[in-house]
């Protein structure tokens, strides 16, 4: 326990005109709940809250002799910090850091904080003519929201040279790929199968991405991407060396091991096509036209398959309905959605970079990509606010030129990019603005993808087997079931490889089944709460029975969340991640790409081309980026060019 001088400067802190925190790792909690005035009693500080704040790179200025608590709360029985994992210092703290505490500097025209985190992410300030809301075209782009791909679009324009500001609603950076912490846990609020992160080809996206701003990440190899718990006691493991999956795989239907062979070696081909090639935006002429030239067989294998889905390629090969279905199942980890309805070239992407690159977990959790992602933003001259909830995209004579707030500020810039869905961009955040015909079409060929029931738990190690492996898929009884709301469920044991993210002797259990926001609707909050409850305790069961008998008297901690939950604090309607086609697509021909009909304005994430994923998002925000650095100066491009492009595009979806 910090004693009351220790904790004297900080009594009266709520009275000072200053308003300065980090980011606050705590995503799904209710800030209210503890106060600093108690906090001598609880054992936990309530850190000051910071509503206006952008991260920037600035020199060290005269030292004011006020200090302040930049980081979460912590227990006085852990001794820990949550935000950093490391010890609390107790000392004199005259001239010296106490534990998280930092000295402030101030100069009149802006307050920065040094402080040391998981990544050391540091240079934390707060700029009057940005917190005021008063920059008048400055920035080459505006990035709305800091999810993975709006990450990567803003550090690949940082990195060109473009000024970048990005407008996060939350407080800590990463959106679905973000974490929070809880009683010693670390969270991740999304999957923890991260792809992306290898060192070599074309599709480590993550790794180049970090990279390119100086970063580099500690990951630690996951020996398998998953273990198929299925109809029928069909058990596979997905191994990271691709021919003991395959051994595996055909020693339970030794009668399709050719057609197994053919269809997997389909998607091999389209791997190695996209994992030679630089990848780039393919709204760009002068770049396809080169990479056209230098590799002319794989930009037409890659054009062949762009119609294709998986499932009817898989049926050339293969007869039997259960490995079909099992198929149908790789494919559902990936999209959602059957294979029939997965476009060929995103499921050869997942299933071959699996084991080309493997999965890799990175040390300290998901969050530490945007994290590093956000340094690496700050280090290059850009900037990011949190608590800027974007309300509106401001349009002028057709072109979008800048964004309002919630709290009425407006910020402007050249190109204006949406890391929002496409349903968020356009149905709420260009309210008076006419639905453009290509968003029509798409809205008509895709609808939203359902959303997720979460539940995040906290248990007792013993309750699992050491031998168990980190990522499962479990369907027990009827392939029908397999897209049904509830009937799969998609659990990661992160702790299995990174034990820093769970107390000693504790494992963290993140499951996730598809949920349907409609499902949530119309309750009273005490049915809301009951139903969670109800819904929770039925997916927790069915796991005791398959995988780990004794599980529910092994929970110490679990927080549920539904569609609600996600579309609250990640800002997505519905609460959905990503587009779903209505019917059998013709593969990726109908997914719209990152340009828009409004001129200046760009969207990135899952809802734009090649979809869904890790590797599928940052490939958005490296094409994004590439596009935006053209049409902003920073790139060679060709306006004539251009147009024809934009324009065979825009027909080649039509056909879909």
Known sequence: MLSNTQLGSFTNFKTRKMSMRLPNSQSFLDFKDTQLGNSLNSGFLDEPRCIKQVISCLAPLKTLTCTVLDGPRWSKDSKQSLSCSRPLKFKNYSNQEVGLFRTVER??????????????????????????GRNKGGYDAIVIGSGIGGLVAATQLAVKGAKVLVLEKYVIPGGSSGFYE?????????????????????????????????????????????????????????????????????????????????????CWKIFNALNSLELKSLEEPLYLFGQFFKKPAECLTLAYYLPQNAGAIARNYIKDPEVLSFIDAECFIVSTVNALQTPMINASMVLCDRHF???????????????????????????????????????????????????GREFFAKTIISNATRWDTFGKLLKKQDLPKEEEKFQKIYVKAPSFLSIH??????????????????????????????????????????????????????????????????????????????????????????????LKASIEFKEVGTPKTHRRYLARDSGTYGPMPRSVPKGLLGMPFNTTAISGLYCVGDSCFPGQGVI????????????VAADVGLEKRSPVLDAGLLGLLGWLRSLA
């Open 182 to 266: 809880r009683d010693g846990y670390t969270f991740d609020v999304g999957s923890s199968v991260m792809f992306g992160f290898s060192d070599k080809g074309n599709l480590n996206l993550i790794t180049q991405a970090l990279a390119a701003v100086g970063c580099k990440m500690e990951v630690i190899p996951d020996p398998t991407t998953v273990h198929f718990h299925l109809p029928n006691n069909l058990s596979v493991q997905v191994h990271r060396e691709y021919d003991d999956f395959i051994s595996e795989l055909t020693s339970k239907f030794p009668h399709e091991k050719e057609g197994i062979l053919k269809f997997y070696n389909e």
């Open 107 to 132: 100069n009149k025209n802006l307050l920065s904080v040094r402080v040391k985190s998981v990544m050391d992410v540091s240079k934390v300030v707060e700029k009057d003519e940005v917190v005021e």
């Open 616 to 627: 599928a998002v940052a490939f958005s925000g490296v094409m994004c980026a590439h596009r």
């Open 357 to 407: 690159g493997g999965i890799n977990y990175p040390v300290g959790g998901v969050g530490e990509i945007a994290k590093s992602l956000t340094k690496g933003l700050v280090d290059q001259g850009s900037e990011i606010l949190y608590r800027a909830n974007v309300t509106s995209i401001i349009v002028d004579n057709g072109k979008a030129v800048g964004v309002k707030l919630s709290d």
């Open 457 to 550: 738990m906290g248990v007792k190690a013993e309750v699992l087997p050491p031998d168990t492996d980190c990522h499962h898929f479990v369907l027990e009884d009827d392939w029908k079931n397999l897209e049904e709301p509830y009937g799969s469920i998609f659990l990661s044991i992160p702790t299995m490889l990174d034990s820093s993210l769970a107390p000693k002797g504790r494992h963290i259990l993140h499951i996730f089944t598809t949920s349907s926001i409609e499902d949530w609707q119309g309750l009273s909050t005490k049915d809301y709460e009951i139903k969670k409850e109800l819904v929770a305790d039925k997916i927790i069961s069915r796991l005791e029975n398959k995988l780990f008998p004794g």
